[in-house]
């Protein structure tokens, strides 16, 4: 099975150094050291990702200096770090992998306030759209420091053991601020022309080769474009690329674009593999290794790009923090058992917004290894579990594999709950990845299955169970709008599920949570071309960009959400908000806040905005007012003295990261 993968599996030279397979776990920030410094949490963490298979574990960032970042960031500032570094550098290179360590430098994007007040500095006094804030112009002497701070926490890196050390010089941070003609205002020696913005990397990249020697790996993580207005494309950084390689880089690793790019990276929204093509960019450039990354969540993808040539490495950051044992699954043929990344960034990238510890939405066990084991029960039990949602479905794979004989009871014919639901907008596809791969762990699990079964509190009693798990989700809420049992008005998640079709032109949304927005997606969908067209149509010069454009984003519903808050989509995660929302607005959707929906008539909505009422046409309305427990069963078992659990939408509304927590931990409590 394993000649399927013909290139991910082989071994690649970085340098003299020789790593065991072509995957790459790169640096995320995790908020798991609130102080800096190494800890229990972090080292277990890495270590079962190397544990796991993986070749290469980028740990990091670490900040080099009191300007460089955050308290909480890992810390590579002075001598005192390198014993902690050395225990983390350790227990990754004990399982096979490779250790390396990335210094971290944020420039303009560091907060004052996570800098015990610092000013952040940078190139130039530019204001940052991240920050809010506006950090000091570098002096002479600053840079000089700089540099040498960079070198000094290069060597701790080799001192501590680890095979490699990785600049990163991505993202907006400080290297490509001096090297971006937009943000980089100097009028000296580092500023102006192409060969002076690049200058302050590349003496980087020099001062750390000196710092480390002449054989010592040094990865550089560039840039493949910043996708902002007026910055540097993929031209500019395969060229700086190729100036970092006669400066000492022994391999370059490829990202996308600035934090302040409004051209979506991370989400799920992204196409598999979609920014591989800069890495193929700067490839063509130079003769050292080449890492491809962003939105690489399949064995079989990341091998394509390599066999096509793209890159020589691939990074699976977020992949292997859902499933950390990848690599072993892959080296035995197990692809099916893979957990995949579906890029929805609730555990993740939300997590590190919010400076709350990383997790994932399908591994809750993720940064949390110490805490939670499936150890074996006291006695193993008949459970069942009613509800085959996500909540559902992890508590009962967690219960099987802990050793528990497991049923799981569906009164629809399919898995997967609400994940459904949240697959069908355009750009949300991978909420089905979740359900396959939950419903091949049940198969694994050994969990019987009964769908299309609804089992009541007397069958479950009949059957003698020991201990029930209610996971049966929610209902709809229907709000007491007059006219809402009216004729021309149906719920969101009949439309979602095909129950139901919207007539007519002019569709008005009850409801701007996070399914009346996926909702307002779809129905403002219908009617667009398809990708494929597109291509056709493009390709063949058929019609002009403006207009394919159009065809893309406007089909043939005009679709209005009404929402009573200040905010549309207040319930989705801050780093997937905005996408959802800038795709709302390309596809025509009126979004109306602070607007509440005061009577459904005939052919209109009639809402209240500012105490005046105003009417909007509707030929259909979709009520997406959000749900409410159905949790009945869960009474009438406890009426009836059984061991019972609630888990998931059936105890409150919930995300997906929370119920299949939910669902984690009433399995473990089994």
């Not at 992890?394 to 009871?409: D, F, M, N, P, W």
């Not at 169970?465 to 809420?477: C, F, L, N, P, S």
């Not at 806040?593 to 105490?611: L, M, P």
Request: hydrophobic share 40%.
């Amino acid at each position: 099975m394993r000649s399927l993968l013909k290139k991910l599996l082989t071994p690649q030279k970085i340098g003299d150094l020789e790593l065991r397979n072509r995957i790459v776990m790169t640096a995320m920030h995790l908020n798991y050291t609130p102080d800096g410094r190494v800890n229990d949490r972090i080292v277990a963490f890495y270590e079962e990702r190397a544990r796991g298979g993986t070749g290469m574990i980028i740990v990091g960032g670490c900040t080099i200096n009191d300007v460089s970042g955050g308290t909480w960031l890992l810390n590579m500032r002075d001598d005192s770090c390198v014993e902690g570094h050395a225990i983390l550098a350790d227990a990754i290179r004990k399982h096979g992998a490779a250790a390396a360590c990335q210094l971290y430098h944020a420039g303009r994007y560091s907060h004052s306030f996570a800098m015990e007040g610092r000013q952040a500095v940078a190139p130039s006094a530019v204001a940052s759209r991240f920050t809010g804030e506006e950090p000091r112009a570098m002096t002479h002497e600053d840079i000089e420091q700089t540099k040498r701070d960079y070198a000094e926490a290069a060597r701790r890196v080799k001192e501590a053991g680890y095979d490699v050390v990785e600049v990163l010089a991505c993202t907006g941070y400080l290297i490509p601020q001096f090297f971006s003609p937009t943000i980089n205002l100097r009028e000296d020696e580092y500023g102006g022309p192409l060969e002076n913005r690049m200058r302050f990397g590349l003496e980087v990249s020099d001062a750390v080769r000196e710092a480390v020697g002449p054989a010592y790996p040094i990865s550089f993580r560039i840039d493949g474009h910043d996708y902002m207005q007026g910055g540097n494309t993929n031209r500019e950084w395969s060229l700086f690329a190729a100036e970092l390689e006669k400066h000492g880089a022994s391999v370059i690793n490829v990202t996308g674009g600035w934090h302040e790019t409004r051209v979506p990276q991370l989400p799920m929204c992204v196409p598999r593999a979609g920014l591989a093509y800069l890495a193929a960019g700067v490839k063509s450039k130079v003769g050292v290794p080449v890492i491809a990354s962003n939105r690489i969540n399949d064995v079989f993808v990341a091998d394509e790009i390599l066999r096509m040539g793209l890159a020589d490495l691939v990074t699976m950051a977020r992949a292997l923090i859902a499933d950390p044992f990848l690599a072993e699954k892959a080296y035995e043929g197990r692809y099916e058992a893979i957990t995949h990344c579906i890029g929805c960034n609730q555990g993740c990238f939300d997590h590190v917004f919010y400076l709350q510890p990383v997790t994932c939405t399908l591994n809750p066990r993720a940064g949390r290894e110490l805490e939670f084991k499936a150890e074996a029960p006291a006695k193993a039990k008949r459970v069942a579990v009613v509800g085959g949602g996500p909540a559902g479905m992890k508590a009962a794979i967690t219960a099987a594999e802990r050793g528990h004989a497991v049923s799981l009871y569906e009164k629809s014919d399919v898995l997967g709950g609400q994940l459904n639901l949240a697959a069908i907008p355009p750009g949300r596809e991978e909420f089905w990845t979740a359900v396959e791969d939950l419903d091949v762990q049940l198969d694994d699990a050994g969990v019987e299955l009964y769908l299309e079964t609804e089992a009541t509190a007397d069958l479950l009693a009949a059957e003698g169970y020991d201990a029930v798990v209610v996971a049966t989700g929610g209902r709809q809420a229907v709000p007491p709008i007059p006219g809402v049992d009216g004729p021309s008005v149906v719920m969101a998640w009949d439309i979602l599920e095909g129950r139901e079709d919207p007539e007519g032109e002019n569709i008005v949304i009850i409801g701007g949570g996070a399914v009346g927005s996926e909702t307002a997606m779809y129905v403002a969908s219908i009617g667009t071309i398809s990708a494929d067209t597109l291509f056709y149509l493009f390709m063949n010069n058929a019609e002009d960009t403006d207009t394919l454009r159009e065809l893309c984003s406007r089909g043939t519903k005009k679709v209005t959400v009404v929402e009573m808050l200040d905010k549309v989509c207040r319930d989705v995660g801050i780093s997937t908000r905005w996408t959802i929302l800038q795709d709302m607005r390309h596809l025509g959707i009126d979004m109306r806040r602070n607007a509440v929906a005061k009577r459904i008539e005939e052919d209109r909505v009639v809402v209240e905005i500012g105490g005046v009422e105003e009417s909007i046409p509707a030929d259909t309305v979709i009520v997406a007012a959000g749900s409410c427990p159905a949790g009945e069963l869960y009474e009438e078992l406890k009426a009836k003295g059984m061991e019972v659990h609630l888990a998931g939408d059936a105890k409150e509304a919930r995300k997906a990261i929370e119920a299949i927590q939910e669902g984690y931990e009433v399995g473990l409590a089994i």
